[in-house]
């Protein structure tokens, strides 16, 4: 059974920190990786993906990858109150046909 | 800019009866999903649609559930002899590749 693990939280931070949520998968064969923001009651809004080691920057959003460790991470700047949100961690494996695995999200408070 | 649409938002049945949830993609996709989550509980895998047909389907998906893409514009969801256990929020999504981008759902609940 292909699993997505998240610590669930939920993770509080203070307005203007570094929010850090991390993931690990058990598919070794795993090839793509995503951060999805879901509000309460609304639907997943993408907002990172990553295919290759290292790290990977949008605004204020670092994914980072390390395959060996079968470990996904993603770092939020400078985070804001509307940051709040439940982040869910996603794989995808390299059966074709774009099954996603997602983990069952860590929560995040930003503190204003 | 584009986005996935679905309808109804909401959909009350009694158990035993067949709903059909719509949904239209971003035009130019060329993937099509449906996702499930239970309140609570995290966004499950049920099928994925590539050129007319099942590319690959979860366990849930039995053979009550059955999708199709009647033409150009929409994407189907059919559940048959539905049960109170598939009470739930589902979320249809599309891609051109893997990032898949996902509709606001529809909230299914059967009594």
């Known amino acids: 059974q292909k699993e997505v693990e998240q610590n669930s939280g939920p993770l509080s931070v203070p307005e203007g920190a570094i929010a850090s949520l991390n993931c690990t998968y058990s598919?070794?064969?795993?090839?793509?990786f995503f951060w999805y923001r879901q509000y309460s009651g609304k639907s997943p809004e993408l907002i990172m993906f990553?295919?290759?080691?290292g790290d990977k920057e949008d605004g204020r959003f670092t994914a980072q990858l390390n395959k060996a460790s079968q470990y996904v991470s993603l770092l939020i700047r400078d985070s804001q109150p509307s940051d709040s949100a439940t982040y869910l961690c996603?794989?995808?494996?390299?059966?074709?046909?774009?099954?996603?695995?997602f983990g069952a999200g860590t929560r995040l408070f930003v503190k204003a | 800019e584009p986005e996935v649409t679905q309808t109804p938002s909401h959909q009350v049945t009694q158990m035993g009866q067949e709903v059909i949830l719509r949904c239209v993609p971003i035009?130019?996709?060329?993937?099509f999903y449906w996702y499930r989550q239970i309140l609570g509980q995290k966004v499950e895998f049920l099928v994925s649609f590539y050129n007319n047909e099942i590319s690959e389907k979860s366990e849930i998906f039995d053979d009550r559930f059955s999708v199709e893409r009647p033409d150009g514009s929409n994407f189907t969801l059919k559940i048959r002899s539905t049960k109170l256990e598939d009470s739930a929020m589902y979320f249809c999504a599309s891609s051109v590749a893997s990032e898949q981008f996902f509709g606001p759902g529809t909230r299914l609940t059967v009594l």
């Open positions: 598919d070794r064969g795993s090839q793509s």
């Open positions: 035009s130019n996709h060329l993937y």
């Open positions: 990553i295919y290759s080691n």
């Open positions: 996603a794989v995808n494996g390299d059966t074709g046909g774009f099954k996603t695995i």
